[in-house]
């Protein structure tokens, strides 16, 4: 089952509420959600700068949105892109507290397709996305991880310092430290490695991302840092859990003792003495997978799943405190479900909504402890596939369809 995810890591930058699926090779249908289209895309506004694209015509297409940021419930912005073929025009939407208002990012140079797959907002004012620009067929070059920029009134373009690979996410402690994860294939190998570039406010530069000795593949999926000195990054190594992690004298790694085949999707650290990560074990039966670092160790455990759940694996996770964090799933078939943390153990959260339903999670950001926006999807289906937002209050969630 861990076959498919493992040699197919194109499909694994799409939109993470397919990687499950993808993995466990059912619900095949599902993965073409984020394999974004070729419509006419937006046009810049007239006037603007080149590579800077403003453009509310943006709306004029469907699009699937596959990652966010938000300050506060009333402050969020999600990235992703135009549906339901391979993408061809990057979008980003913000949240006011009350509807969801889209625009344009512009396309890196050289891309004829595209996937987005992570933001981070250190600021109202300040954003970077990431994903991945894919050349046109008969090119010769690359694919090449690329990152935008907002500045509080437009998106500019940009690359990153690798190219052969793409980045899944990205975390920034402040506006001149952000970190992109992702993976990529050096230069005359078949092999496919994580790949670690950090900016610096002017340019992105590519760090020592340690695997194990005779690695052929691996690939991170997430990342968080709670300072400039402090991060964590996961994914997987080709046969099991990749967790890397940063401190003052670089980026080391960890190999935790969970199943053999067990992959991680998301990281949240509210410090450096407080992570958890989550993924699946991609077993039939059984609990969704979590790890926990206190800050000299990490530990595994799984978390419950609804009754009657297969293939159980947690998507994202978000920590406002040590003590308070949500993860957001999916298990099989179609089901959308989520777990909280108190601090001392974990346990299932309601999925009571308004406003409609919830057919599959891919992202969760809590700014505070019973305030948490996620992205999901009405169905896992392309053809009907509906990009929404739901907000968690503690209680329930409200479902508001994204622009």
């Not at 998106?155 to 952000?178: L, Q």
């Not at 943390?341 to 909504?353: C, E, K, R, Y």
Request: net charge positive; hydrophobic share 40%; glycine share 10%.
């Amino acid at each position: 089952m861990v076959i498919t995810v493992l040699t197919s890591r194109l499909l694994r930058v799409f939109a993470s509420r397919t990687r499950l699926a993808m993995a466990l090779g059912v619900v095949v249908a599902g993965a073409a959600i984020a394999v974004p289209v070729a419509a006419g895309a937006a046009d810049a506004t007239i006037g603007a700068r080149p590579g800077a694209v403003t453009s509310s015509r943006a709306a004029s297409f469907p699009a699937t949105v596959a990652a966010l940021d938000c300050w506060t419930m009333s402050g969020c912005v999600a990235v992703g892109a135009n549906t339901p073929q391979m993408a061809t025009q990057p979008i980003a939407e913000r949240w006011n507290g009350t509807r969801w208002a889209r625009s344009a990012i512009p396309k890196p140079a050289g891309a004829d397709e595209i996937t987005v797959n992570g933001v981070a907002c250190p600021s109202r004012a300040e954003c970077v996305a990431v994903g991945t620009g894919y050349p046109p067929a008969n090119s010769k070059s690359a694919i090449f991880p690329f990152a935008d920029y907002w500045n509080g009134s437009r998106w500019t373009a940009g690359r990153a310092a690798a190219s052969g690979g793409g980045f899944a996410a990205v975390s920034c402690s402040s506006a001149r430290n952000c970190y992109a994860v992702g993976d990529y294939t050096p230069k005359g190998t078949d092999a496919s490695v994580p790949l670690i570039e950090r900016w610096n406010g002017a340019t992105w530069s590519k760090q020592n991302a340690p695997v194990p000795s005779g690695t052929t593949f691996g690939s991170l999926s997430a990342v968080s840092c709670s300072s400039a000195t402090f991060c964590v990054a996961v994914g997987t190594d080709g046969s099991g859990e990749l967790i890397e992690r940063l401190t003052a004298s670089g980026w080391s790694r960890t190999t935790p003792r969970s199943a053999p085949s067990a992959e991680l999707y998301g990281v949240s650290c509210p410090s450096a003495s407080s992570c958890l990560a989550v993924g699946s074990g991609l077993t039939t039966f059984g609990g969704s997978l979590a790890e926990r670092w206190n800050g000299r160790t990490w530990s595994a455990a799984t978390t419950p799943v609804p009754r009657g759940a297969s293939y159980a694996g947690l998507q994202s996770v978000s920590c406002a405190s040590a003590s308070h964090c949500l993860a957001v799933g999916v298990y099989v078939t179609n089901g959308a479900y989520a777990v909280s943390w108190n601090g001392s153990g974990w346990h299932l959260v309601g999925m009571t909504t308004s406003g409609g339903h919830i057919g599959a999670f891919a992202a969760v950001d809590c700014p505070a402890a019973t305030s948490c926006a996620a992205l999901a999807g009405t169905t896992q289906f392309a053809a009907s596939d509906r990009s929404e937002s739901a907000f968690w209050n503690g209680t329930r969630w409200k479902v508001v369809l994204t622009a």
